[in-house]
């Protein structure tokens, strides 16, 4: 895997958690692949349709990664881990998590097609 690649996904991935791209129906349409799927930390499980719900419409946290880690599974497929620290705008307590998703490249567009989150 080239650090490019690397870093690209990275991006991507960062991309989703800003609140601006949260916010977007049409950015999220575009970044989550219509046969995505996520386990949420709470239990329950998300596809597209929900996410592109719920997320414009729920308060945003901030939200910064650390170690981050990518690993090519084939050529068009990556699996990325990282933890995440989430600050919500309600000066609750800073949560971490332990974070992973696959990408996909089709058509040319790299998607995230799962997610899964646990607190930690």
């Known amino acids: 895997m080239t650090e490019e690649l690397r870093e690209k996904i990275r991006g991507l991935e960062e991309r989703l958690l800003q609140p601006e791209v949260r916010k977007s129906a049409e950015e999220l349409s575009e970044l989550v692949a219509d046969d995505f799927i996520e386990y949420g930390s709470s239990g329950n499980v998300y596809h597209k349709k929900d996410i592109l719900k ?11 990664i650390t170690d981050y880690h990518a690993s090519p599974l ?18 609750s307590a800073p949560t971490r998590s332990e974070r992973s998703s696959i990408w996909r490249l089709t058509d040319g567009r790299w998607q995230i097609v799962f997610h899964i989150g646990r607190k930690i």
């Open 54 to 64: 719920i997320l414009p419409s729920e308060a945003s946290p901030e939200m910064e």
């Open 74 to 91: 084939s050529p068009q497929v990556v699996l990325i881990n990282y933890k995440a620290l989430t600050t919500l705008k309600d000066d």
